[in-house]
């Protein structure tokens, strides 16, 4: 069992940035996709960014929103970020990561195997 624990949330004005960091209890994690969702109250989980094992390959639900959400990971230190830019109110929400062995092309979060307990991002207006 895989244990992913994220941090990095808070509350933030419209326009600002933060940078959510995930981390692993095994080493195994360099391995594994690796993946953000978000649940805003009332909604469903859905998904944000993934990674590959490498870091070399990423996919975005929304590639336009690239440039504001960016995922990357240092296998090195056992970490994945997704760095928040010219966040807006609409993007409050807990923010999750997930791990899957294989593939990281997946957006469903019943594709992904391994969960954390969320990190919470409050945007104010």
């Known amino acids: 069992q895989v244990l992913l624990v994220e941090s990095g949330g808070g509350l933030v004005q419209a326009g600002g940035s933060l940078r959510l960091s995930c981390t692993a209890s095994a080493p195994s994690f360099a391995l594994r996709a690796v993946g953000w969702f978000r649940q805003a109250p009332g909604k469903e989980r859905e998904f944000v960014a993934s990674?590959?094992?490498?870091?070399?390959?990423?996919?975005y639900e929304d590639e336009s929103e690239k440039d504001r959400f960016t995922i990357s990971r240092d296998n090195a230190k056992n970490m994945v970020y997704l760095q928040l830019s010219a966040l807006k109110p609409e993007d409050t929400a807990v923010y999750y990561c997930a791990g899957r062995s294989g593939s990281y092309y997946y957006r469903l979060p019943s594709s992904w195997d391994y969960w954390g307990q969320g990190t919470q991002v409050t945007v104010s207006s």
């Open positions: 990674i590959a094992e490498s870091g070399g390959e990423t996919y």
